[in-house]
């Protein structure tokens, strides 16, 4: 899939079939994460990646606003060395992540992961170091259903040329 199309197709998911989502996948979707741009070339990520049930359904209950990560195939947590710029390179790295599943024809959402009340729990259920925070969890799986993007706004109701 080229890039324009998996950008104009990337919604997020969050119904999944209960099928696996193969290994290479996986690692294609996080070698797509780790080329994301950073500040300074520190790249600063490490990305944990989830398959176990009984690990994704403690994400789930855990991660109040992602319940729906007990249902996806695997869980990729973003965690980022605490650094000048770690939350925007961490986003880099999120977004990349849910492109590359897109153009592999997965669904996946973003969920939260800095500034929220669970980041701590999650942080020591997956064993992070304490100066590494966590910055986004994506669960990643086939969509139980056909998804579209609905954006609200069009582009002629947000670009701007020269001036505001």
Known sequence: MDTFDAISKRTSVRAYKPDAVKREMLER????????????????????????????????????????????????????????????DGCAATE????????????????????KPYAKEVSELLGAPSDFRLVSLIPIGWPAEEVKQAKSRRLQDVIHWEKF
């Open 96 to 115: 990349n992540i849910l492109l590359a599943s897109a153009g592999l024809g997965l669904g996946a959402c973003w969920v939260a992961g800095e500034k």
């Open 29 to 88: 979707i996080v070698d797509a994460a780790r080329r994301a741009p950073t500040a300074r070339r520190v790249e600063p990520w490490e990305f944990v990646v989830v398959q176990n049930k009984e690990t994704l359904q403690k994400l789930g209950t855990i991660a109040n606003t992602g319940s729906f990560i007990k249902d996806a195939a695997a869980c990729i947590a973003v965690f980022c060395k605490e650094t000048k710029y770690y939350l925007e």
